[in-house]
C-alpha cells in the first residue's frame, strides 16, 4: 500500500512564498517521479512541476522561474517551493508519486491536496 501526503499550504499575501512537502511512504517503495498538480475552482487540473529519477524537472509555462521543485536524496520526500505567488496561483494543489513495490509495474498515487490561497 503506497500512501501520499502533502503538507505545507496556507493563506499567502500577494508576493509571498510558501514551501510545500510531499511525502510516500510504502515497503520496498521504488519512485520514479514526483510530480505537482493544482486545480483551482472551475478549472483543470494542471502541471506544476515533475521531477524524475534521473534529475530531470519540467515545470508548467505559468509557474516557470517562480516555483522549484526538489527531492530529498535517499528519502521519499519531495518539496515544491514557491516564490512570487500571485492570485491566480491559488488553488489545490497535488502531488503524484510514480512509483513500484517489489520491482513490480510503475504506477501512480495521488495524495488529498493541500490548499494553498494567494489572498492580500
Known amino acids: 500500500q503506497v500512501q501520499v501526503a502533502e503538507s505545507g499550504g496556507g493563506l499567502v499575501q500577494p508576493g509571498g512564498s510558501l514551501t510545500l512537502s510531499c511525502a510516500a511512504s510504502?515497503?520496498?517503495?521504488?519512485?520514479?517521479?514526483m510530480a505537482w498538480y493544482r486545480q483551482a475552482p472551475g478549472k483543470e487540473r494542471e502541471l506544476v512541476a515533475i521531477?524524475?529519477?534521473?534529475?530531470?524537472?519540467n515545470y508548467g509555462d505559468s509557474v516557470a522561474g517562480r516555483f522549484a521543485a526538489s527531492r530529498e536524496n535517499g528519502k521519499n520526500t519531495g518539496f515544491l517551493q514557491m516564490d512570487s505567488l500571485t492570485l491566480g496561483d491559488t488553488a489545490v494543489y497535488y502531488c503524484?508519486?510514480?512509483?513500484?513495490?517489489?520491482?513490480?509495474?510503475?504506477?501512480?498515487?495521488w495524495g488529498q491536496g493541500t490548499q494553498v490561497t494567494v489572498s492580500s
Open positions: 521531477s524524475t529519477s534521473s534529475g530531470i524537472t
Open positions: 510504502g515497503s520496498s517503495l521504488d519512485i520514479y517521479s
Open positions: 503524484k508519486v510514480a512509483a513500484r513495490q517489489g520491482g513490480l509495474l510503475f504506477q501512480d498515487y
